[in-house]
Nanobody, 121 residues
């Protein structure tokens, strides 16, 4: 079990960029994945992006594909989410998750407290 903590959220104008970081303390597992999810007020927590700890393979939600990039540094237990061409619809609390194996929130064991991203002019 690890404890991730996100940072880098804030207010950005439409079309702008933002980079989120997440650092996890404790032990992680090489055969599991790291991911980003987001949740807007009154809505369910949705999958955004995922990366394999071992291979670096990535996958993205269709709504962010081509705009967001997930990356990681295994030695530092760190995962990033580079967000470009941001839209108001991207406004949400963004959460990083460790030790998962699918796009489902229930399949991840460790979650950060979240960081707010607001896209507005």
């Amino acid at each position: 079990q690890v404890q991730p903590v996100e940072s880098g959220g804030g207010l950005v104008q439409p079309g702008g960029s933002l980079r989120l970081s997440c650092v996890a303390s404790g032990r992680t597992f090489r055969n599991y994945h790291m991911a980003w999810f987001r949740q807007a007020p009154g809505k369910e927590r949705d999958f955004v992006a995922i990366i394999s700890w071992y291979s670096g393979s990535t996958d993205y939600a269709n709504s962010v594909k081509g705009r967001f990039t997930i990356s990681r540094d295994n030695a530092r237990n760190t995962v990033w989410l580079q967000m470009n061409s941001l839209k108001p619809e991207d406004t949400a609390v963004y959460y990083c998750a460790f030790d998962g194996w699918s796009r489902a929130t229930t399949d991840f064991d460790s979650w950060g407290p979240g960081t707010q991203v607001t896209v507005s002019s």
